[in-house]
T-cell receptor, first 113, second 115 residues
Framework: GESVGLHLPTLSVQEGDNSIINCAYSNSASDYFIWYKQESGKGPQFIIDIRSNMDKRQGQRVTVLLNKTVKHLSLQIAATQPGDSAVYFCAEAAPDSWGKLQFGAGTQVVVTP | DGGITQSPKYLFRKEGQNVTLSCEQNLNHDAMYWYRQDPGQGLRLIYYSQIVNDFQKGDIAEGYSVSREKKESFPLTVTSAQKNPTAFYLC??????????????FGPGTRLTVL
């Protein structure tokens, strides 16, 4: 079946560097994409989302890029801080999904001093 | 403050017992969802509800049951039929349940352990 997946299970980043987390999706019908951050033992927190009529969206220190041609989504975090250490999930939804999100497996980001 | 609450935070169950996890939201959201998360893995959808008095099975509904009698409440019962219920359970809600994707707001989760 179609699924959302991540390239790297663990990403180690030095404090102050930029982080890039990648996500591949296979459902070409998906038109909504979202990134969540989950700290240990807590519920996921919204980071940023993007719809398929856009290819880039920026938030505070974060940028999401969408490449529909190769079905690829990425999250860029600028000037990574220790508080950015967490698991990051991408998720997708198709127009007929009735609001359901299909989540990827997640990437663990570890920020080193 | 608006948000989603889940209770209890930790729950211990003996084998053969049914347990009910609470989820309440005061965001006036129509749609609510239950997910299961196992260690080091992503979220898997158990049940979802787009509107009061209606709910649908997700990808792993076997051994679980839900009800949606009120807009703000979506309790999940883990029955004795669930073979491996030990997991972290997350409840979420969103504004749009009858169309495409939108942000889901998550509760803090309930960690269920079967003794």
């Amino acid at each position: 079946g179609e699924s959302v997946g991540l390239h790297l299970p663990t990403l180690s980043v030095q404090e102050g560097d930029n982080s890039i987390i990648n996500c591949a999706y296979s459902n070409s019908a998906s038109d909504y994409f979202i990134w969540y951050k989950q700290e240990s033992g807590k519920g996921p927190q919204f980071i940023i989302d993007i719809r398929s009529n856009m290819d880039k969206r920026q938030g505070q220190r974060v940028t999401v890029l969408l490449n529909k041609t190769v079905k690829h989504l990425s999250l860029q975090i600028a000037a990574t801080q220790p508080g950015d250490s967490a698991v990051y999930f991408c998720a997708e939804a198709a127009p007929d999904s009735w609001g359901k999100l299909q989540f990827g497996a997640g990437t663990q980001v570890v920020v080193t001093p | 403050d608006g948000g989603i609450t889940q209770s209890p935070k930790y729950l211990f169950r003996k084998e053969g017992q049914n347990v009910t996890l609470s989820c309440e939201q005061n965001l006036n959201h129509d749609a609510m969802y239950w997910y299961r998360q196992d260690p080091g893995q992503g979220l898997r959808l158990i049940y979802y509800s787009q509107i009061v008095n209606d709910f649908q099975k997700g990808d792993i509904a076997e051994g679980y049951s839900v009800s949606r009698e009120k807009k703000e409440s979506f309790p999940l019962t883990v029955t004795s039929a669930q073979k491996n219920p030990t997991a972290f359970y997350l409840c979420a809600s969103s504004t749009r349940g009858l169309a495409g994707g939108s942000e889901q707001f998550f509760g803090p989760g309930t960690r269920l352990t079967v003794l």
